[in-house]
């Protein structure tokens, strides 16, 4: 029973430090590397790291060309998912939608 107790709280604590969410694009920082985002009515800013991971719909993506579209072609309101690792202010994962 113990050991049930244990694995049930180190899942909630796992799942707790990184969430994913629908956000809306404000702002990319390229000399920075920082990416501001609007979810729920709030902005919040995070780092992307070379360990950040891209999907384009059901396939991997590069992360230099996900930069390339956030520095020059995403517009204001643009829609894609992000997972975060909130303790330390990183992107973990970019998930763009696929194309139609």
Known sequence: MRKFVLAGLALVL????????EVAFVKYNAEKKELTVKEDDKEATY?????????????DGRLEN???????????????????DK??????????????
């Open 66 to 84: 996900a930069l390339k579209y956030l520095a020059e072609t995403a517009n204001e309101g643009s829609k894609f998912e992000i997972t975060v």
């Open 14 to 21: 796992t799942v707790g430090l990184t969430l994913a969410g």
């Open 47 to 59: 780092t992307i790291t070379d360990e950040t991971k891209v999907k384009r719909g059901d396939k």
């Open 87 to 100: 303790d330390k202010k990183t992107v973990t994962e970019l998930k763009f939608p696929g194309k139609k």
